[in-house]
Structures are given as C-alpha cells and as structure tokens.
C-alpha cells in the first residue's frame, strides 16, 4: 500500500510561483509514475502533469508554466508552478500509477491518491 502526501500549497497573487510536494512511502517508488490533478469547485478532476522514467506530460493550459519532476533518493515528486492565474485555484492532488500500466495512457494515474492541498491564486 502506498501513501501519498501532498504539501506547498497556500495563497499566492497571481503572477507568483509555488512548489507543491508528493511525497511516497510504502511502495517502490521507481515502479510508479507520479502525477498531478486538480479539482475546482464545481468542476471535475482534471489531470495537470505526469512523469515516468523521465517523460513528462502536461495538460494544454499549464504547459509551458508548470514542472513536474521527481527524485528518487527522496521519494518525491514535484509540481513546480510558475506565472500562476486564478483559474488555477483548485485542490492539488498527488497520484501514483504502476508504469506498467501508465504506459498505457499518461493521463491516467488512479492506483493511489493523496489527500490534496489547496491552491488559491488572487487577482
């Protein structure tokens, strides 16, 4: 069973950067993809960035300002946000996926999921 727990989020002006961090136990984390999505009120959960072995994947509307990387001597995966607009207040959650099975479609990581931290971006 893994764990995935999610920090770095807060309230931030829009314009400025946050670095949201997953951080994984009870897995091998080298057998897992890692992953982001986000949920607005209202609104379903959509997927923002995935990475594997090293290859990343983005959503259309954070490509270009958003980062994803990880580090396995830590077990963590990262969401560095830059240029952040209101509309990207939502939920942040963390997910993990077998790569097996990631390889299949990047944009699907529902093996485990953690809690979520928040993300509130002002005009």
């Known amino acids: 069973q893994v764990q995935l727990v999610e920090s770095g989020g807060g309230l931030v002006q829009a314009g400025a950067s946050l670095r949201l961090s997953c951080a994984a136990s009870?897995?091998?984390?080298?057998?897992?993809?890692m992953g982001w999505f986000r949920q607005s009120p209202g609104k379903e959960r959509e997927f923002v960035a995935s990475i594997g072995d090293g290859t990343t994947f983005y959503a259309d509307s954070v490509k270009g300002r958003f980062t994803i990387s990880r580090d396995s001597a830590k077990n963590t995966a990262y969401l560095q946000m830059n240029v952040l607009k209101p509309e990207d207040t939502a939920v942040y959650y963390c997910?993990?996926?077998?790569?097996?099975?990631?390889?299949?479609?990047?944009?699907?990581?529902?093996?485990?999921w953690g809690q979520g931290t928040q993300v509130t971006v002002s005009s």
């Open positions: 997910a993990a996926q077998r790569y097996i099975r990631w390889v299949l479609n990047p944009r699907v990581l529902n093996d485990y």
């Open positions: 009870g897995g091998t984390f080298s057998t897992y993809a």
